[in-house]
């Protein structure tokens, strides 16, 4: 059975501040895609990243970077220099090898306080 | 219209009504999701549709009813639902990649839900 745990169920900073989510996995399966999806007030989810298990190199995209670490089955979200719009419930999610069945974790709330 | 609608965005039922939520994509997929976000849960896939045959029902109990007559369109009908049913539902849809024969993972795109409430 796949499984992805987010530890930390709230997080406060400061705005400018970097913080990190974390994300933790476990499957069977060796091929598997891991996903970040953003849930802000609005309720809607909006897809973040695709990662699939076959490429570990690291990504940024503006203040936004992930880090996948399949020796500990950790795919980790860090924001640079949080802003209060990034206040929002942050979702891993892990899919199984036929790419077509979501596992999501149980989500970290970022609040960015001015 | 773009991406993915649902209509309604709240609904407040009795435990004896029957009410339905729609969902519509505008996005040309094949495959639709139903998922179920409760305050105490991780979000909770319910059904997934892919060419409009159903292709998992994740033991969902059987007051909750899925219809997909096209692959523009999916629909949750309920009826005798229990307080506990309370809770955000999501639709989803993507390019499943078995049914279109492609090797890549497209990722699924999330309506912005119907928050349900059961009395």
């Known amino acids: 059975a796949q499984k992805v745990t987010q530890a930390q169920t709230e997080i406060s900073v400061v705005e400018k501040e970097d913080v990190t989510l974390d994300c933790v996995y476990e499957?069977?399966?060796?091929?598997?895609?891991l996903f970040w999806y953003k849930q802000p007030p609005s309720g809607e989810l909006v897809f973040l990243i695709r990662?699939?298990?076959?490429?570990?190199q690291n990504e940024i995209s503006g203040r936004y970077s992930w880090n996948f670490q399949k020796s500990t089955s950790s795919f980790n979200f860090t924001i640079t220099a949080s802003q209060v719009v990034d206040s929002a419930v942050y979702f891993c999610?892990?899919?199984?090898?036929?790419?077509?069945?979501?596992?999501f974790g149980g989500g970290t709330r970022l609040m960015v306080k001015p | 219209e773009t991406g993915v609608t649902q209509t309604p965005r709240h609904l407040v039922m009795g435990m004896t009504n029957k009410k339905s939520l729609k969902c519509e994509q505008h996005?040309?997929?094949?495959?639709m999701y139903w998922y179920k976000q409760s305050a105490k849960k991780p979000l909770e896939l319910m059904f997934v549709?892919?060419?409009?045959?159903?292709?998992e029902n994740n033991s969902v109990p059987s007051r909750f009813s899925p219809e997909c007559p096209n692959s523009s369109h999916l629909f949750l009908h309920l009826h005798t639902l229990q307080p506990e049913d309370s809770a955000l539902y999501l639709c989803?849809?993507?390019?499943?990649?078995?049914?279109?024969?492609?090797?890549?993972?497209?990722?699924?795109?999330f309506g912005p839900g119907t928050r349900l409430t059961v009395l």
């Open positions: 549709y892919s060419l409009e045959e159903r292709v």
């Open positions: 996005l040309g997929h094949n495959a």
């Open positions: 499957t069977r399966d060796t091929t598997y895609y």
């Open positions: 989803a849809s993507s390019q499943d990649p078995l049914a279109g024969g492609q090797s890549s993972y497209n990722e699924q795109f």
């Open positions: 990662r699939n298990s076959f490429d570990e």
């Open positions: 999610a892990l899919s199984n090898n036929a790419g077509n069945m979501l596992t």
